[in-house]
């Protein structure tokens, strides 16, 4: 994909963004991001990423073809499941910032279901709650010790006497109470 392959709209170049992900990249659990470098360009050579991964790849393409993308993650909590996850969102004049959600939408493709990844090109389900708005973004509040996770912060972190805890060293536990409509 070349990013000056496409036209000047937008739109346009984010949706050939969108489908060069969600057609090809397949869903694969990650090791941790800061053990990895090049996060983007490792996902466009083996075509393979977590949701986050796969988000990252999405937000470069965009900006490559000049399009403004940013990251967004959060939680998908749905009836019977919570979970963390990564999506972004685009700019285009006149609608403004945009949602795509290339995990979902490339599982939509895998299970041939062409409507649903669709959708998830300038959509969300409403089973979403923010956490995170950028990418290693600083905490309001600044730890003094070491992040456990210094890109993305979906499950929150914890530091006792200016030390950060790693996920191990403390029990969390998150589930749906209920969901209704």
Not at 34 to 57: P, R, W
Not at 122 to 137: E, H, I, Y
């Amino acid at each position: 994909m070349h990013c000056e392959d496409y036209s000047d709209n937008a739109l346009e170049k984010a949706r050939a963004c969108y489908n060069f992900v969600t057609k090809n990249v397949r869903y694969s659990f990650m090791p941790a991001y800061f053990s990895q470098e090049n996060i983007a360009d490792n996902c466009a050579k083996n075509l393979y990423g977590d949701c986050g991964v796969q988000t990252l790849l999405f937000i470069t393409l965009c900006r490559c073809a000049g399009v403004p993308a940013k990251w967004e993650s959060g939680w998908a909590a749905e009836p019977g499941f919570c979970g963390a996850h990564d999506w972004a969102r685009f700019y285009v004049e006149p609608y403004g910032w945009l949602y795509a959600d290339v995990s979902y939408g490339g599982d939509a493709a895998s299970l041939g279901n062409e409507d649903r990844r669709q959708f998830y090109f300038g959509n969300l389900d409403p089973f979403r709650m923010s956490t995170n708005t950028a990418f290693q973004a600083d905490f309001d509040v600044p730890k003094e010790g070491f992040r456990a996770d210094p890109y993305d912060n979906q499950v929150g972190e914890m530091e006792v006497n200016g030390r950060g805890l790693e996920y191990g060293a403390f029990v969390r536990r998150k589930e749906v109470l209920f969901c209704e409509k």
